[in-house]
């Protein structure tokens, strides 16, 4: 079954062209890595799979649903952690996860998903006097929080520490053996040879290649994507 599938889609703001006839399918239960230098396209395919933007050509499928045309349904099956997301500074974490359960039909229980995060002690915890691992924490409480069966995670460990960046591998590895198929789009490519079933390499907006991080190393992941990548300036 495949949970994402994404055909010759392309989308230019002006005379710049963002994605370029990309494509790529991702299976239900996988953990996909969409890898690219800054401004490679990344995020705007997150934003065209979640319906935030509206494609210039293609066919985007999410859990069999178009993300423009099925928005209201997709929001209770898709959870998106975009990148920099920030919340009001006085929020607590429990009025932040209340806030976003009611979003939703069936939400999950908020206490076993702070339980699992590591964020129970931190419940009524301000939102600006969280470490930034605890935000990243939370971020990913707030994709998970309506039991979404495709989970989006756009650079989740920017800017974490070596140790809460581990933390954050380890939970992911949890989520999807939860049985939720994650999109993992980052630039660390120790990231995604430890997590990626599978990755796409993106180059100024095409699908540069695809497949699981040892097929593409060559001797390195890192190395195949620097010589995908660095062919023209930026």
């Not at 066919?59 to 997301?85: A, C, F, K, M, Y």
């Not at 009524?124 to 495709?150: D, E, F, H, W």
């Amino acid at each position: 079954m495949t949970a994402i599938e994404v055909e010759h889609l392309r989308k230019s703001y002006g005379t710049k062209v963002a994605v370029d006839d990309a494509s790529f399918a991702v299976a239900e239960g996988e953990i996909f890595g969409l890898l690219g230098r800054n401004g490679a396209g990344k995020s705007t395919i997150v934003d065209c799979l979640a319906g935030l933007r509206r494609p210039d050509q293609g066919r985007i499928r999410v859990t069999g649903l178009d993300p423009r045309r099925d928005g209201g349904e997709l929001r209770h099956r898709l959870g998106v952690q975009l990148q920099e997301s920030q919340l009001p500074d006085k929020l607590t974490v429990a009025e932040a996860m209340r806030l976003y359960a009611s979003f939703y039909r069936h939400p999950a229980d908020i206490a076993l998903l702070l339980d699992v995060l590591d964020l129970t002690e931190k419940r009524n915890t301000r939102y600006r006097r969280l470490s930034g691992g605890q935000k990243q924490r939370l971020s990913i409480a707030l994709a998970l929080i309506g039991r979404p069966r495709v989970a989006i995670l756009d650079e989740l460990t920017t800017g974490l520490d070596p140790v809460a960046q581990r933390d954050t591998w380890s939970l992911i590895n949890d989520i999807r053996n939860q049985g939720v198929t994650i999109m993992l789009v980052t630039h660390f490519m120790e990231e995604a040879e430890r997590l990626c079933d599978r990755v796409a390499i993106l180059d100024a907006g095409r699908v540069a290649a695809i497949g699981t991080p040892a097929a593409l190393g060559g001797p390195t992941l890192e190395d195949t994507f620097v010589a995908l990548t660095s062919r023209r300036p930026r």
